[in-house]
């Protein structure tokens, strides 16, 4: 049997790597050879942090008998859903034709041509309740593929067809600040007020709700939730926070720990004023996420060995001081370009705030790895890298904005226009199509809203805010408001599902608030006076920096070095005149 996971950029594809299921990883190869063979194809969608994909593979996928089955009636395919989130987000929306009970892992059967024709998430080894055996699953759609190929290939057409017809709502003009005031409310009245954040369980933290409602208003509800989940079972001792927890009081949360929940609930925080909590986060992500060669690992897992068996959660349940006899938990290494992305907006932002440097050149650490690493052979950013080798992946639409939010946060935090000059190029890179996908005309999700990410509009929408805002030109403006609009709609009905869209939109609904400090010294009275400013681009730059800026094309820095020691105060571009006095800079708007 050919092994072809073990060298794949995915830990977790090369955690099945010594299954006897003859596995290809996703790519044309596998549709290929279902064709010759006139066999189904069964995708299996998992990432190397889930307890249930954990499970399944040590029931079904390690299991000599079922193993050939699958093999002697199937192609099999495995995928990283992290490393492929456009495969995932297609066959996710596929699967919602088939089960209401979405998640991972995922298994879809499709035609040799990739369309769905039967999903499911977990199948256990024997029946359990109302959920079949894999082996009953598996003999059911082959018997079906054999004796009803027409059946079988009529519902995969309409299951396609419906998913091609879901056309994007017609756009509206951008909401202004009533508008998005409702919408905040609407959140703010699914709050739990007793025990803080939204939901009854399993309970998430939603950042990029809480993000959006920071950003209009409702720090309250926002701090409830931050106190609430600060003080639980969901954060665990050395800081970092767990994906989400079962129960409504946030206890017994799920054991795994993301790098994107962490960069944002570290960027809430310090939103927040909880200086401890963001401390907290930015230490577990240098500590445990960050590789030594720069760029920050995708999750923890949630389990680990203890005494000779494996445990979910039993590492986390110890307390700290016991842990170091124990082998923690594995990290899944991918370097994720969005994610870092995350990662080093949310440390360089947190690290300039709190005068710890070590956490900006950590920053810049990462971003210097992703530029160069998360390379593919025409210099294209791509989705991911493991190990200083870059996966096949293409980089989606929130790969290039959310990075390109990092590296703008990077320039503030250094005072370095390199930075924001690369953010520019990254902007600039169109997102490429997962060629398999395109290739066989596999409808992508049309589902656009942020869930636990913003989305790949909301990303590239933000970036193309600060963008303006540092003055790079009206263009950007524009394109940040065409990716409102053209969802605007949608946000204003289920704003709790589209959090990070509506921020943008509260960002595009004022006149942003720019602070430039003209100052030697970065940790002095004027530069502390500009930070503590309410204002939507804070930059403390010495006057060769402003000059840099400045002939980088970022307009909002011309002229600006004139005078050293001095904080302009500006509405949108529209400057008062410099004050030398730290006590004259405004604090609110």
Partial sequence: MSNRLAGTGSPYLRSHADNPVDWYPWGEEAFAQARRRDVPVLISIGYSTCHWCHVMARESFQDPATAEELNRGFVAIKVDREEHPDVDAAYLAAASAFTRDLGWPLTVFTTPTGRAFHAGTYFPPVPRGPIPAFRTVLAAVREAWTDRREEVEAQAGAVAEALASLADAAPIALPGEAELSAAAAAIAAREDRRHGGFGTAPKFPVATTLRFLQAVGHSDVVDRALDAMAASELRDEDGGFFRYATQQDWSVPHYERMLADNAQLLD????????????????????????????FGAAQDSESWIDGERSEGGYY????????????????????????????????????????????????????????VNRGAEGRLVRTSLEGTASAAVATEADLGLLAQGLFALALATGDAGWAVQALDVLAAPAQA????????????AEDGDGDLPSGAAALAAAELIAWRLGAGEQHRERAVALVEARAERALQHPF???????????????????????????GALAAAARRADADVVAVLAPAQVRAFA???????????????????????????????????????
């Fill in 317 to 372: 349940r110890r307390p700290v001081a016991e842990r170091a006899g124990l082998q923690p938990p594995a990290v899944d290494g991918k370097v994720i370009t969005g994610w870092n992305g995350l990662a080093i907006a949310a440390l360089a932002r947190a690290g300039d705030a709190l005068g710890e440097p070590s956490w900006v050149a950590a920053a810049a650490r990462a971003a210097d790895v992703v530029l160069a």
């Fill in 268 to 295: 809430t925080a310090l939103d927040a004023g909880r200086e401890d909590v963001a401390r907290g986060a930015a230490q577990f992500l240098l500590t445990v996420l960050q590789r030594p060669e720069g760029g």
């Fill in 551 to 589: 002939a980088a094309g970022f307009t909002l820095f011309e002229q600006r070095d004139e005078v050293a020691e001095v904080v302009h105060d500006c509405r949108g571009f529209v400057c008062r005149l410099p004050v030398s006095d730290p006590a004259l800079v405004p604090v609110e708007r």
């Fill in 497 to 523: 599902g589209y959090g990070a869209l509506l921020r943008v939109a509260a960002g595009l609904a004022r006149q942003p608030r720019q602070v430039v400090a003209v100052t030697a010294d970065r940790r």
């Fill in 434 to 445: 997962d060629p398999v996908l395109a290739g066989h005309a596999i409808p992508v999700s």
